[in-house]
């Protein structure tokens, strides 16, 4: 069994990805600035309220895996914002916001738990189809959807930098998946796939995908809206 940070973990497939990795007998750190009352009560889930741009947040994470668990085996950067603006609209405060999750948090969250990784574990960042090269853009999603390319190209520079030291950084370029974030940049829009159903995929991948792929972005995406 597994040692899983995740985090987003509060809502949407970040919980569901959390729930199903508990269920299967993994120990999993759930972290999010909001903890659901089901996660708390879940069994193999420690809960950490946790804003992953705060750095004095983050020792709290460094603290307990010191004292609870010694080593990380796999880490889920699921946590995202997003803004819905025309980007003469948006501020460069709301760019910088952004960034300070989907960017700027992961680097963090990285460093801190670096140390605690060993030969074999898993770094899973979770990007987007919008932030993938040449893939079809969508107006008012320029600051999510830079962040989300900027997230891709950190995830390959550090699988070249730990590559020596057997820890593998892959990302998931997702499609549409029906979340409330989904509904948030395109409302109305129905997705084909649940949260439930990408979840599974998440956990699968990173229980196994490092056995395949390191460097390496998968766009997993039926369809894009």
């Known amino acids: 069994m597994k040692?899983?940070?995740?985090?987003?973990?509060?809502?949407?497939?970040?919980?569901?990805?959390?729930?199903?990795?508990a269920a299967a007998g993994h120990q999993?750190?759930?972290?999010?600035?909001?903890?659901?009352?089901?996660?708390?009560?879940?069994?193999?889930?420690?809960?950490?309220?946790?804003?992953?741009?705060q750095e004095s947040d983050l020792k709290?994470?460094?603290?307990?895996?010191?004292?609870?668990?010694?080593?990380?085996?796999?880490?889920?950067?699921?946590?995202?914002?997003?803004?819905?603006?025309?980007?003469?609209?948006?501020?460069?405060?709301?760019?910088?916001?952004?960034?300070?999750?989907n960017v700027f948090g992961v680097v963090a969250l990285t460093k801190v738990?670096?140390?605690?990784?060993?030969?074999?574990?898993?770094?899973?960042?979770?990007?987007?189809?919008?932030?993938?090269?040449?893939?079809?853009?969508?107006?008012?999603?320029?600051?999510?959807?830079?962040?989300?390319?900027?997230?891709?190209?950190?995830s390959e520079l550090l699988a070249e930098e730990y590559r020596e030291q057997g820890i593998a950084f892959n990302v998931l370029a997702l499609g549409s998946v029906q979340t409330e974030m989904l509904a948030k940049a395109f409302p109305g829009f129905e997705a084909p796939l649940s949260a439930s159903k990408m979840a599974e995929y998440i956990s699968n991948f990173t229980l196994t995908g490092n056995e395949f792929y390191n460097g390496k972005v998968l766009e997993v995406s039926s369809t894009t809206p």
């Open 3 to 21: 040692n899983i940070i995740i985090t987003g973990a509060g809502r949407g497939i970040g919980h569901e990805v959390a729930m199903q990795l």
């Open 28 to 53: 999993v750190l759930a972290i999010s600035r909001n903890i659901p009352q089901d996660l708390i009560s879940a069994e193999n889930i420690t809960c950490l309220s946790v804003d992953i741009t």
């Open 60 to 101: 709290r994470v460094s603290d307990f895996i010191s004292t609870a668990w010694k080593q990380v085996d796999a880490v889920i950067h699921n946590a995202g914002a997003l803004i819905l603006k025309p980007f003469a609209e948006t501020s460069v405060q709301e760019f910088t916001d952004i960034y300070k999750v």
């Open 113 to 154: 738990v670096l140390p605690f990784l060993v030969k074999g574990s898993h770094v899973v960042s979770i990007s987007s189809m919008g932030g993938i090269q040449g893939s079809v853009k969508f107006a008012g999603l320029s600051a999510y959807s830079s962040s989300k390319g900027a997230l891709i190209t950190l």
